[in-house]
């Protein structure tokens, strides 16, 4: 496994630093989500549902960062992530179901309980493919390549569901995959010894496009709250499995290995997912899945701040475009209209 893995030793003096380093980078990923009172502003579901897909985003870039700083595998990784996150979804889902008490008390009923199947499979199916694609290729191929969802979910949500999309939807979407293949490309290598990563990463694309459109669907049956919930239940049994089969770390060697962990689970997940998953019942599919192109563009700014990567003028024309693509997509609002 050639993924990169940062551990903390208590007792050497540059390993404490570095861990309140970790701590710093997540108390201050959690101080910038005060924007979110910021959505009050928006007074039509539209801009909210954007808003919170963009607020998602700058949740799930720090992913990433986590996966790097933790000392665990990336399968362990990935099941921490939502093992951690399950009892305050389920938290969160039991205090909203109190605090609506205006709402009829309903029973689950079994479309219900197959749409939480179906997503929580598909989000743990892309996990733990995107992180097998990461130990696999480059961190850059595995990037780009996921990004590929964008053109994944706009073919599913017009064949399943015939969302059509209008030119300046594709004009804006294609102005994004640009910017993320020259924010991104620059990293890239092409070598026939990262094929069955790179084979991984468009894989991963597949999958994470499927689980945008299903999540959007679902969220027309299903509160927030619960989805989130139940799909965490479902992913974490799953992501459970492979851990079962390996001899790779699945225990953080520190207490302080946790904090990566923790900070994946609270800010990528219950945050950042949730963010997305609230978006995307106000959003068509197809824009939510290009909103998305903007994690790469914070996780380049992360990786400089936290690890003193490069940036260069390319990730400067690279990022732009993405913005535009966004602005210009997100002004179609005719993206996700019906034949």
């Not at 459109?213 to 965490?232: N, Q």
């Amino acid at each position: 496994m050639t993924g990169v893995q940062v551990g903390c030793n208590p007792h050497n003096g540059n390993d404490v630093i570095f861990c309140s380093d970790i701590v710093e980078f997540i108390l201050s990923c959690i101080s910038k989500h005060a924007i979110l009172y910021a959505m009050a502003l928006f007074r039509d579901d539209f801009s909210r549902g954007f808003s919170a897909l963009l607020l998602g985003a700058a949740g799930i870039s720090c992913a990433a960062i986590f996966v790097r700083l933790s000392d665990v595998s990336p399968s362990a990784s990935a099941f921490w992530r939502l093992a951690l996150a399950t009892p305050f979804l389920i938290a969160f889902h039991l205090i909203q179901s109190r605090i609506d008490l205006s709402a009829p008390r309903k029973e689950i009923d079994k479309q219900q309980l197959s749409w939480i199947g179906v997503v929580g499979a598909l989000f743990a199916i892309e996990l733990f493919v995107w992180h097998w694609s990461i130990a696999q290729t480059t961190v850059a191929n595995a990037t780009l390549l996921a990004n590929m969802a964008t053109i994944f979910a706009a073919i599913y949500g017009f064949l399943l569901f015939g969302e059509r999309i209008n030119r300046r939807f594709i004009a804006g979407m294609i102005l994004a995959l640009v910017g993320a293949g020259v924010l991104i490309g620059q990293n890239v290598e092409l070598n026939p010894a990262y094929l069955s990563g790179d084979m991984l990463g468009i894989l991963t694309a597949t999958f994470y496009a499927a689980y945008i459109v299903a999540a959007a669907r679902a969220r027309k049956h299903i509160s927030l709250s619960l989805l989130m919930a139940g799909t965490a239940l479902v992913s974490t049994a799953l992501l459970a499995i492979p851990l079962a089969f390996t001899d790779d770390p699945v225990l953080p060697q520190s207490m302080e290995g946790w904090l990566p962990l923790v900070g994946l689970a609270l800010i990528a997940q219950v945050l950042g997912q949730s963010l997305i998953v609230y978006g995307l019942a106000h959003v068509p599919a197809t824009l939510g899945a290009l909103s998305l192109l903007l994690q790469p563009v914070l996780s380049a700014v992360l990786a400089w701040w936290i690890f003193g990567e490069a940036l260069g003028p390319l990730h400067l024309v690279g990022g732009s475009a993405v913005l535009a693509g966004i602005w210009v997509a997100r002004s179609s609002k005719a993206a996700g209209s019906k034949n």
